[in-house]
């Protein structure tokens, strides 16, 4: 247990349907990234914020996607008209510094649209 | 931009047998190297880290030594165990960008008793 807590661990959608997913970092981290991994493939980076502010968004993340962090605390990633591309494990990290230092990840929340 | 690039797996291996994995990166800026360990249906867990040249990682009997000259880290153990079949991802993050790390696209190791 790295700390990092991802909730829901799983879940299933029917295309077309919205998906929240959330993630607590290590409480005194400032920075928290997302990430997403494919099937075979290693985690690609989607958005990261320090304290409450999103600092940079990757092309892999469409207008469908955002993600927030009220607060500098927890944070949520909300799909929004899901595609079968979509699916996928999404990975929440979270460090202490300016980068470069080590990323705590959470166990991943498994995303499957049908 | 940042690029890591692993060796091709499946790799099998009998118990007690060496491992190498091949791990070569492309950076733009100084990045921190790692690897990490995924075992089915979990999240990554760090296994060793490097911060600069020359720096040597090592927990749980593997190692990996940070080569700036030819632009590796390769992931090594003298004997491995059962328990060790996993999949494993290098890394880097460079804090030129933003801190946001990197990957290869893994290797599964398969340890055969």
């Known amino acids: 247990d790295t700390g990092v807590s991802q909730d829901p661990r799983h879940k299933i959608t029917k295309r077309g349907q919205n998906v929240t997913f959330r993630c607590d970092p290590i409480?005194?981290?400032?920075?928290l990234y997302w990430y997403r991994q494919t099937l075979g493939q290693g985690p690609e980076f989607l958005t990261y914020f320090q304290n409450e502010a999103q600092l940079e968004k990757s092309r892999l993340l469409s207008d469908r996607f955002s993600a927030e962090r009220p607060k500098g605390s927890f944070s949520t990633l909300e799909i929004q008209r899901t595609e079968q591309g979509d699916s996928a494990m999404y990975l929440c990290?979270?460090?202490?510094?300016?980068?470069?230092?080590?990323?705590?990840f959470g166990p991943g929340t498994r995303l499957l649209v049908l | 931009g940042n690029s890591v690039t692993q060796m091709e797996g499946p790799v099998t291996l009998s118990e007690e047998a060496f491992l190498t994995i091949n791990c070569t990166y492309t950076?733009?800026?100084?990045?921190?190297l790692f690897w990490y360990v995924q075992y089915p249906g979990e999240g990554l867990q760090l296994l060793l880290k490097a911060t600069k040249a020359d720096d040597k990682g090592s927990n749980k009997g593997f190692e990996a030594t940070y080569r700036k000259e030819t632009t590796s880290f390769h992931l090594e153990k003298g004997s491995v165990q059962v328990s060790d079949s996993a999949v494993y991802f290098c890394a880097l993050s460079d804090r030129s960008n933003a801190g946001k790390s990197t990957f290869g696209d893994g290797t599964t190791l398969t340890v055969k008793p």
């Open positions: 990290a979270s460090s202490l510094g300016q980068g470069g230092e080590t990323q705590y």
């Open positions: 950076a733009t800026g100084y990045p921190s």
């Open positions: 409480s005194e981290h400032n920075r």
